[in-house]
């Protein structure tokens, strides 16, 4: 065997090691899957292998996108937190937004030191906010998780993110993945699931037992939120209304809406002020929508008008964090007022809020069938700028998947079947060497 091939089947068997142990410091040994070399960074307490990852080392369109084997190793750092092993990770139009430089401001200040370099700089920094994927390493108070269990999680935009080998969170934000999915299906759900229930709970004020006889409306129904928003209330029990456009209605009556409005033939607001006042709207597009979508709700009744395109980000980005923090709490606090002196109703600002429990709620839901992933598009870990194009082009009818894990799992396959034939060949020039001897 070549030293090449050495090096290769030692990694496999590190790997194999890492995978039986559960071990990360054989994973760190098997080195990288791409060349496997164990690359060493300079660090000024300890030498750290590094992983493979998709970066950007500025803001800007997709150009700034750079793959790189040379990413340190996030290992755990603290005793609450899990490192995991990427299977499958999912684009989320945040990702879009981040690349170019979206809530820049305000997120570095909720970076971990550590992802800081030492410029003070979150270069390089990874994008994706979903994974699926097994957990490898975990801290020494961690107590729902071990080595080798499979979960999903969404990675806050102030962490690392997902388009990574390895990704480390703390074990509150992750929860065990459905059984009933794979990993590129699981990788669909967290961060849109997050925000529904976030949106829907926290400032809808709804929930399993309080929503079969609610009537609520989702804008936007055939994108990543939407479609898991009209699942989630249909397992609830609401009556579910959802403006999408006429090629996405075959899709969200699929998944339970019982009425579609298609926003593209006329005025979607002429339409819906046609039906029943609704209880909670849920606002996937922001916009204009705001301004109509107020009079459906049923006036004097504490209904909720729940938007998830707001301008915190956008104002601190451009006025700075004081000011902008400062003119958006302003912005709010005026729509709120207005709308419960005029007609009664509350108006809301939906975010995102990492839970690991709430996707254990999620995963019961996907494991009885109440709720499925809609995966529409998977592109290969080799083809990120590719699937960040894709999304770019909007018209979403559910998610965007990068399988991350498969070149791994697929070079560590052709390893082993190259070691095979090889000792195949060898043990057959043995036989015909000891015959002609
Ligand atoms: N505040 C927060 O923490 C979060 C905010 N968001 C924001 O929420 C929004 C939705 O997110 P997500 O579902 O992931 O986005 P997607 O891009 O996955 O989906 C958007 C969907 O809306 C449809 N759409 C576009 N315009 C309209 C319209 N006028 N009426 C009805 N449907 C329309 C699009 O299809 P088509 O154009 O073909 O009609 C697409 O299916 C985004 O703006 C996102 O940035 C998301 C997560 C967290």
Redo the contacts with the bound molecule.
């Keep these: 065997m070549g030293s090449a091939k050495v090096m290769a089947s030692t990694r496999l068997l590190y790997l194999l090691n890492a995978k039986a142990t559960g071990s990360i410091t054989a994973l760190h040994r098997a080195g990288c899957s791409v060349c496997f070399r164990r690359h060493v960074c300079s660090s000024p307490s300890r030498l750290q292998s590094c992983m493979s990852a998709w970066v950007i080392d500025q803001y800007g369109t997709n150009e700034v996108l750079r793959f790189t084997e040379e990413v340190t190793v996030p290992i755990v750092s603290s005793a609450s937190e899990v490192m995991i092993k990427v299977h499958a990770a999912s684009l989320?139009?945040?990702d879009i937004?981040m690349r170019g430089g979206y809530g820049a401001k305000l997120l570095k200040l909720r970076r971990a030191p550590v992802s800081v370099m030492d410029n003070n700089s979150e270069f390089p920094l990874i994008l994706g906010r979903d994974v699926s994927g097994v957990v490898v390493e975990c801290g020494s108070k961690v107590t729902h998780f071990a080595p080798g269990d499979e979960v999903w999680a969404a990675v806050p935009p102030w962490k690392q993110g997902s388009l990574a080998e390895f990704v480390t969170l703390t074990e509150f934000e992750v929860s065990h993945k459905p059984k009933s999915l794979s990993h590129i299906e699981a990788a669909s759900i967290p961060?849109?699931a997050n925000?529904a229930l976030s949106a829907l709970v926290n400032a809808g004020g709804l929930c399993r037992d309080s929503s079969s006889n609610k009537r609520v409306l989702i804008?936007?129904?055939?994108?990543?939120?939407?479609t898991f928003a009209v699942q989630l209330l249909k397992a609830w029990g609401a009556h579910v209304t959802v403006?999408?456009?006429n090629n996405?209605e075959g899709l969200v009556r699929g998944l339970g809406a019982d009425e579609v409005v298609d926003?593209t033939v006329g005025d979607?607001a002429e339409q819906l002020e046609e039906m029943e006042k609704f209880d909670v709207i849920l606002d996937?597009?922001?916009g204009d929508?705001e301004r109509w979508a107020m009079g459906l709700l049923k006036p004097w009744s504490g209904a909720k008008y729940i938007t998830?395109?707001?301008p915190l980000l956008l104002n601190t980005d451009s006025m700075g964090l004081l000011d902008g923090t400062f003119h958006t709490g302003f912005t709010l606090q005026m729509k709120a007022m207005q709308n419960i002196m005029s007609r009664g109703v509350f108006y809301r600002?939906?975010?995102?809020t990492p839970d690991g429990p709430a996707l254990d709620e999620v995963k019961n839901l996907v494991d009885t069938g109440k709720i499925l992933p809609v995966v529409e598009a998977q592109f290969p870990f080799t083809q990120v700028p590719q699937a960040f194009q894709k999304l770019e082009q909007?018209?979403?009818?559910g998610k965007t998947v990068v399988r991350v894990a498969e070149d791994d799992d697929r070079k560590a396959e052709e390893l082993v079947q190259n070691i095979r034939t090889e000792t195949a060949e060898s043990e057959q020039e043995v036989q015909e060497t000891v015959k002609q001897n």
């Design positions: 989320n139009p945040l937004s961060y849109v925000t804008t936007g129904g055939s994108g990543g939120v939407g403006t999408c456009s996405a926003y979607p996937n597009v922001g929508t998830l395109v707001t600002w939906g975010f995102y909007g018209h979403a009818r």
